[in-house]
C-alpha cells in the first residue's frame, strides 16, 4: 500500500462511515471520490439525529415542557458549536439556514432592500468571479435586475487562477459588495482572500465569502478572514443535508432587514405593523432545522476531535498524490491549477474527446464515484472551451488507494472507447 506523510489513520476513520463498507455493481467495493457534491455521514452523526427523533423530538424556544426545553437547548447548542468552529466573535452572529444557497441569497436580499449606507440600487456595483459556482452568481444576478445595479466580476487565467491583474477597475468606489468563493468547486483552487478584501475595504464595500469547499477541509477563522459574511453548508462536511450557516458580523446583522417573515422572527405583530427579533432569530423564520442544526453539531464535534489541521494536511497528501497520478495518464487534462499548491481536494479533469458523461458512466461500471458535468459552474466551463468536466474530490477518508483506483479506472475507460 503507497505510504504518504501527512495521512490520517483512515483505516480507523473510515470505520465510522458505514456507507464506504458498501459494494456496488455485483460486489465491485464502492470508491468515493464525490465529497464535493456531497460527504458521507459518521455513525456518530447518523447516531445523534437518531437520539434527537427517538428521545427528544420537539419544536423549540416558546415549549415549556420538557422534551421543547432539551431540543431548544440541542439547536442553540449547536450554534455554540458552529460559532466556535469558526472562530465567530458572538454566536448571535450565527444564522442557520437550509444549505449555503440559501445564505448567499439571504445576503443578497438584506443589502436589495437595506437602508444607505448598505443598500444596492441603480447607482452601485456588485462584484463576483468567473469562478463562482450558480448559488454565488445567480442571487446576484437577480438583484442586480431587480434594483438596476451593475455586475462585474475578475476573469480566469490560462491556469485557473483569479486575474487580479484590474482590481482596482473592477472593485471601485461605486462597488457596494464583493462576493466570491473561497475555494473553488470546480478548479480547486484556494483564492487570495487578503488582496481582495483589503481592495473592498479601501472602497468601503462588504465582502461575502462562500466557504462550502472551505469549511469541510481546513481551519476556517471568519475574524482573519476579515470577512463581513461567510456561507456554508452542513451536507460538505459530514452533516446532514437541509442545514447551512450564514455568519454575518453582528453590528450588520443589527441593521440590516429580515429576508422571510413569519414566526420565531418577531418581537411584536399587530394588524398594522411587526417589530422583529434579535439576530440571529430575525433570520430565522419559521420552525428551523432542528434535527438538522443536531446532526452538524455531531459533525463538528467528530472533525474537531481529528483537527482540522490534520484534515488539511491528510488533503493535501492525497491531492498532491491525485495530481501526480493523473498527469500519468494519456490525453488528461487538469482544469485549474496542475500542482497541489494553492489548491483544494478537488481536481477536474478531461480525457482526450471522451465525453465526461462517458467518462463517469465507465468508471461507475467499476465502482467508482465521481461527478460529471459543469458542477454548477458552467462559466467556467466556457471559459476553458470545454462542455463539462469529469470531477474526482478527496475528503479525510479518501486513501491512495482510492487514487491508484480511478486511475486504473480511467485506463479502462481509454480501452473502452478505443
Known amino acids: 500500500m503507497t505510504q504518504l506523510p501527512g495521512l490520517l489513520d483512515t ?3 473510515r470505520k465510522d462511515f458505514p456507507i464506504l463498507d458498501r459494494q456496488v455493481h455485483d460486489g465491485r467495493k464502492l470508491v468515493y471520490l464525490d465529497n464535493a457534491a456531497t460527504s458521507q ?60 444557497s440559501e445564505s448567499l441569497n439571504l445576503v443578497a436580499n438584506m443589502l436589495g432592500w437595506a437602508d444607505e449606507p448598505y443598500r444596492v440600487d441603480h447607482e452601485t456595483e456588485i462584484v463576483i468571479t468567473e469562478m463562482e459556482h450558480h448559488s454565488n452568481i445567480v442571487p446576484w444576478q437577480l438583484l442586480a435586475q431587480r434594483t438596476g445595479a451593475k ?4 476573469g480566469l487565467t490560462d491556469d485557473g487562477r483569479l486575474d487580479l491583474s484590474n482590481i482596482d477597475e473592477v472593485i471601485t468606489e461605486k462597488t457596494k459588495i464583493v462576493s466570491f468563493v473561497l475555494v473553488s468547486n470546480i478548479l480547486g483552487t ?23 469547499q472551505a469549511a469541510p477541509h481546513m481551519p476556517l477563522d471568519v475574524q482573519a478572514l476579515q470577512a463581513d459574511f461567510v456561507a456554508f453548508t452542513g451536507h460538505k462536511m459530514c452533516g446532514p443535508t437541509g442545514i447551512g450557516v450564514l455568519w454575518g458580523r453582528q453590528e450588520l446583522l443589527e441593521d440590516l432587514p429580515p429576508f422571510l417573515g ?17 439576530a440571529p432569530h430575525k433570520f430565522e423564520a419559521g420552525t428551523p432545522p432542528i434535527a438538522q442544526a443536531v446532526g452538524l453539531g455531531a459533525a463538528i464535534d467528530y472533525l474537531s476531535a481529528i483537527g482540522m489541521d ?25 482544469i485549474g491549477p496542475a500542482t497541489a499548491e494553492d489548491r483544494g481536494a478537488a481536481i477536474s479533469f478531461t480525457l482526450g474527446d471522451i465525453h465526461p458523461h462517458d467518462v463517469g458512466q465507465v468508471l461507475d461500471e467499476q465502482g467508482i464515484a465521481v461527478r460529471v458535468g459543469h458542477h454548477c459552474a458552467r462559466p467556467v466551463c466556457l471559459r476553458y472551451g470545454i462542455p463539462a468536466t469529469t470531477r474526482a474530490s478527496f475528503y479525510l477518508y479518501s486513501t491512495p488507494a482510492d487514487i491508484d483506483a480511478l486511475v486504473d479506472g480511467l485506463e479502462h475507460v481509454r480501452n473502452f472507447f478505443g
Not at 190 to 211: K, S
Not at 319 to 334: F, G, Q, S
Open 262 to 278: 413569519g414566526g420565531e422572527m418577531i418581537e411584536t405583530v399587530s394588524m398594522s405593523s411587526s417589530t422583529y427579533a434579535p
Open 151 to 154: 455586475l462585474k466580476w475578475f
Open 41 to 100: 455521514k459518521p455513525r456518530q452523526v447518523l447516531d445523534a439525529l437518531g437520539e434527537y427523533y427517538e428521545r427528544h423530538n420537539a419544536n423549540v424556544h416558546r415549549g415549556v415542557h420538557v422534551l421543547a426545553e432539551e431540543a431548544t437547548a440541542l439547536y442553540e447548542g449547536a450554534r455554540d458549536k458552529v460559532a466556535e468552529f469558526v472562530n465567530a466573535p458572538s454566536r448571535d452572529e450565527v444564522i442557520f439556514t437550509k444549505n449555503a
Open 190 to 212: 484556494v483564492n487570495p482572500v487578503e488582496a481582495i478584501v483589503r481592495r473592498a475595504q479601501e472602497v468601503g464595500a462588504l465582502v461575502c465569502i462562500d466557504a462550502s
Open 11 to 13: 483505516e480507523a476513520i
Open 310 to 334: 490534520k484534515i488539511l494536511a491528510h488533503e493535501h497528501a492525497i491531492t498532491e498524490y491525485a495530481v501526480k497520478r493523473l498527469l500519468e495518464v494519456p490525453d488528461l487534462r487538469i
